[in-house]
């Protein structure tokens, strides 16, 4: 009596998989016959950077520390930023791996970035505004006015404010960056 546990021979198998073998071996040779053109004498990152991509990371860590007392990027490479001259051969797109580099998301956070000029006047908060005797907003209410923007920068680079200033920081009150400075001249 058969225990049905024999091997059954199907010749369709085999055809099949030597079929395939063959196409594989045949797309490997031709990829492998394919040069490879790399361009390895690149020239230095630093030397390729525009202007203006330049500026947004410098003015954004000036802001950053002078507001809140936090140093988001390494200080050489930000003194290294603020040298850049204009490159002979750009890159192109974003060279920063932030989210914020991409207008989608700062579009989504509603963010507008300290290296905007007059962005408080851009940002609508909804709170009232207090102006000096020139008509011109005072040094207070524009703090205010960044704060939504702020507030998604530094979450974003959460990493680097000590836990003992976030845990005292209420992102939901209005004038949040104001004790925020001040908890981090404390610690």
Known sequence: MKSGHLVHFNVLYILFAVFSLIIVTFFKSWMAATPFD???DLPDFFNTITLGQADIL????????ENFLVLVNDPDTVARLDETEVPDKALQ?????????NQSYMEAFGYIGAYVEEREKLIEDG???VFDANGEMSAETIEKRCEQSD??????????VPDDVI??????????SL????????F
Do not use: R
Request: aromatic letters at 14%; hydrophobic letters at 35%.
């Open 151 to 160: 507030m998604v920068y530094l979450l974003l680079n959460i990493s680097v």
């Open 93 to 101: 797109g974003t060279p920063w791996y932030t989210v914020l580099s």
């Open 38 to 40: 790399v361009d390895e």
């Open 179 to 186: 004790k925020f400075k001040a908890d981090m001249q404390e």
């Open 167 to 176: 845990k005292k920081c209420d992102f939901s009150v209005h004038g949040w």
């Open 127 to 129: 709170f009232p505004d």
């Open 58 to 65: 410098v003015n954004e860590d000036n802001h950053c520390k």
